[in-house]
């Protein structure tokens, strides 16, 4: 499969739900902070919320996002045209453009640049090896609908005895060639997307787009991504 490339990664963002109904009651967004390689080094978020009528930029509510359950359970991934309407009905106007909805980040928190232990022996020369963290668990249905977007393979058994890829597939982002696996992360602490690019000649930049697209994709299913980190 072809991975399409944006030019401009637009914001993400989520419908805040009331822990009473699960009525809305406020829009998030979020933008990563991406390095050059694709990794991740920051995560700006903010929110509107009918208590407060007004933005708010929160650090602390950014991670609680991804550590807390009970505020990760309030949250659904939406794109922005589902966000303008829910905007629209709770404030009685018009969301912003996202560079005005950036002058909103005001409380940026830093991710750290460790890597992870390398599954394998490492990567034949000219390639990167990239992990897409992400919080949450899936539905069954989601977790379906996924495999079935990205065509994935199961695993043989023998190759993981532990149960926790859910399959493996391959396709291209520009030049370049990109396998990836869906993967659990212990007993329910998450789930992760693990990359490798085989550079082949073309602009380098093509690569952060690929994560993106890869990223979007599984937050459309309920996963909730926490970083990017590179292994090699």
Known sequence: MTLPLHTA???DYYLLLRPADDRV???VVEEFSVREDGTVSGLDTAAWTIDTGGWWSSADFGAAMRADPAVRGRLRPVHRDAAVTAYRLLSGGALDEEAVLRLNFLDHRRLPNAAPLSLNDGPEPGSRVYR???AGEPSAAA???LCQAWQLAPVDPALDPLGRVVGRTQGTAGAHD???ELRRI???LGWAVD???RLREGPAETVPA???ELRQEARACGLLPVTVERFA
């Open 9 to 11: 990664a637009p914001l």
């Open 210 to 212: 690929a994560l993106y």
């Open 143 to 145: 977790l379906d609908e």
């Open 195 to 197: 990359v490798t690019v």
């Open 186 to 188: 212990g007993a329910g």
């Open 132 to 134: 897409i963290l992400f």
């Open 25 to 27: 009651e406020g829009v």
């Open 178 to 180: 990109v396998a990836w």
